[in-house]
């Protein structure tokens, strides 16, 4: 349904819209999104209608995070499903490398403090996602990414913290 100039125009970049982006995809077996902006596989997409479905049983994921991330990746990096969680980022303390609504994957049983690291900490039933640092004392700092060391400045580690996990995994948008 879309003539061979139509199509030249899209390959060659001088037409980057067409109102048969869902043929398209379909008749390529591949997504919107890949032909778009070339994200996404394939093999993650099905066709219903004129919606692209994710194939859940591909992917692990929970309720908590918009995000979901392919079993073969977790395996790749030895990661058990077992030992995952997602968080949802709530504050600037670490931006540029994490921002408001960024989504984390932190592993739940590495909770000893490693040195620069990431660390999702629970502190007076709050939680707070830092990167942990040792101080000149061989006390760990949580430290914050983010540049303004006024509002988000170093914090030393009570007894009474409970870290909750390593970072291992961060998303979102640009």
Same mark, same amino acid.
């Given at each position: ?5 139509? $199509?030249? %125009? ?9 109102? &048969?982006?869902?043929? @398209? ?9 890949? @032909?778009? &902006?070339?994200? $996404? ?8 209608? /004129?919606?692209?479905? +994710?194939?859940?049983?591909?992917? =692990? ?8 991330? &392919?079993?073969? %990746? ?15 980022? #709530? ?5 540029? #490398?994490? /921002? ?18 990431? *660390? @999702?900490? %629970?502190?007076?039933? !709050? +939680?707070?996602?830092?990167?942990? +640092? %040792?101080? =000149?004392?061989?006390?760990? $700092? ?13 914090? *030393?580690?009570? !007894? ?6 390593? +970072?291992? =995994?961060?998303?979102? =948008?640009?």
């Amino acid at each position: 349904g879309i003539s061979q100039s139509a $199509i030249a %125009l899209l390959e060659s970049g001088r037409n980057q819209t067409t109102t &048969k982006i869902f043929e @398209l995809a379909e008749a390529l077996e591949t997504t919107p999104n890949w @032909l778009l &902006k070339g994200e $996404i596989a394939t093999s993650q997409y099905s066709v219903v209608g /004129n919606q692209f479905k +994710v194939n859940q049983n591909d992917y =692990f994921g929970n309720d908590s995070s918009e995000i979901g991330l &392919k079993y073969s %990746l977790l395996k790749k990096h030895n990661l058990d499903t077992k030992y995952l969680n997602f968080h949802s980022i #709530t504050d600037n303390s670490m931006s540029p #490398t994490l /921002n408001i609504k960024d989504s984390i994957l932190y592993i739940t049983n590495s909770n000893q403090p490693i040195e620069n690291q990431i *660390f @999702l900490i %629970l502190r007076n039933s !709050q +939680v707070i996602c830092r990167r942990l +640092v %040792l101080g =000149f004392d061989n006390n760990w $700092i949580y430290r914050c990414d983010n540049r303004d060391k006024i509002q988000y400045a170093d914090q *030393f580690m009570r !007894q009474e913290d409970k870290i909750l996990g390593r +970072v291992c =995994f961060t998303a979102g =948008f640009i």
